[in-house]
């Protein structure tokens, strides 16, 4: 008896040194799909607050930045120098929206690969970095930068709203870190 008891003791130790390290490897690997979830969860949820806040203000102020134009513009380059027909019209702004909710909800899902500590300071710098990057590289890679340069109100505005994009991200994803 005490041979098959010590057998088992055995068999069942060695069974949890196996299955510890698997168990702890399919929990890290589920907390880090859940956290890349979230992530761009966030992201998109702070891209969709700047393109809101960008469509709903150049409606209503003239020196508001005008990303969709120079977006656009972009789109229409790129597709050209593929030797590829660019859309137009309505087909123009709707691939340029869709490109520029995409591209920032990536961007804007770093903030939240990290660790939660200083989330709305990285949400800022984030913000402020994508702010500036959109008023001073579209002259250097041969874009009009006048929709986001035209007076110094555009181009506060436009840091202002990329900031706030990050900030919605940070807030979205501490939220979805406490659910």
Not at 9 to 20: C, L, P, V
Not at 23 to 43: C, E, H, P, V
């Amino acid at each position: 008896m005490y041979q098959f008891y010590n057998k088992y003791q055995s068999a069942n130790a060695a069974k949890a040194i196996i299955s510890t390290p698997i168990k702890q490897f399919t929990a890290y690997r589920d907390y880090s799909i859940m956290k890349l979830l979230k992530s761009l969860l966030a992201g998109f949820a702070g891209a969709a607050a700047l393109n809101i806040l960008h469509e709903s203000a150049r409606h209503l102020d003239a020196d508001a930045p005008r990303i969709d134009l120079l977006g656009e513009e972009a789109l229409s380059k790129s597709m050209d120098s593929l030797n590829l027909e660019a859309p137009s019209g309505n087909d123009l702004y709707l691939a340029t929206l869709a490109g520029d909710i995409i591209s920032n909800g990536l961007y804007y899902s770093a903030i939240g690969l990290g660790d939660r500590k200083n989330i709305y300071l990285k949400g800022a710098i984030a913000g402020i970095t994508a702010g500036l990057g959109a008023i001073s590289i579209p002259d250097k890679i041969g874009l009009d930068d006048t929709p986001v340069t035209k007076t110094d109100k555009t181009k506060i505005l436009t840091v202002a709203w990329y900031v706030i994009g990050g900030l919605v991200t940070a807030a979205v994803f501490n939220r979805l870190k406490k659910a």
